[in-house]
């Protein structure tokens, strides 16, 4: 599949996720030619620590705990989790990570040139009992924690906006690696993995959530999923 889209793949890991935590995950990294992809065991069916059968004669086990462990299957099937990695794909098909980079950047420059521009205004610090001297560890704080307050929350909203329309994106990119099928199921099943609540209020997931809820992503894989 990487191939198949000219990812430049070198090497697949597959991680101990499940020693300090039962989330499931799966990211690439690495710069130019040289990327590698990161699985967590939770996320692969045949790796998770949960799926497999206790040891006999483990203290403390007994049949009822034997039982629920064996009925609770945790991580995905092989199809679901290339579905997963063409959902992570689409993120670098797409440019989304150099989007996010340039953005981070480009917010940088501007918070420090705001700064520069508004240290030296006697007035500002005037307004916060500070008549005779400008202190720049004062200045600091004024103007990051007060002038850019409103930005912030601007900001981020926008970039929340931006990271769920990136995700439906990427979502829309595995379904056109026919992976659209595995994907719905393997949201489903790395919602539950995850605790996650499938139903969320639109406005307060609008403003706070980076990834869309679980029935608008389904909703948009509806379609596909039903050919």
């Known amino acids: 599949m990487a191939k198949s889209i000219d990812f430049p793949l070198t090497k697949v890991y597959v991680v101990e996720g499940s020693k300090r935590s039962s989330h499931s995950n799966a990211y690439f990294y690495g710069f130019f030619k040289n990327k590698r992809i990161v699985l967590f065991d939770t996320l692969l069916e045949d790796y998770s620590a949960l799926n497999k059968e206790p040891a006999e004669g483990e203290e403390g086990e007994n049949e009822e705990t034997k039982s629920k462990t064996k009925n609770k299957k945790q991580g995905c099937k092989n199809e ?3 579905a997963v990695l063409g959902h992570e794909l689409g993120h670098w098909k797409l440019g989304h990570t150099v989007k ?4 981070s950047q480009m917010n940088s420059f501007l918070c420090f040139f705001l700064f520069a521009v508004l240290i030296g205004r006697k007035e500002l610090f005037a307004a916060f009992g500070f008549y005779e001297t400008q202190p720049t560890l004062i200045g600091l704080m004024i103007i990051f924690q007060f002038i850019f307050s409103p930005y912030n929350e601007i900001l981020s909203f926008c970039l929340t906006v931006l990271s769920r329309r990136f995700e439906f994106q990427a979502d829309a990119f595995a379904k056109e690696l026919g992976k659209a099928k595995d994907l719905y199921s393997a949201l489903i099943k790395l919602n539950k993995d995850n605790l996650g609540f499938p139903v969320s209020d639109w ?3 609008m ?3 980076s990834h869309p809820p679980l029935l608008e992503r ?3 894989l509806k379609d596909a999923k039903q050919e």
Do not use: G, K, R
């Open 80 to 82: 679901e989790v290339l």
């Open 100 to 103: 996010n980079i340039v953005i």
């Open 203 to 205: 406005i307060f997931s």
């Open 207 to 209: 403003w706070h959530y």
């Open 218 to 220: 389904l909703q948009a």
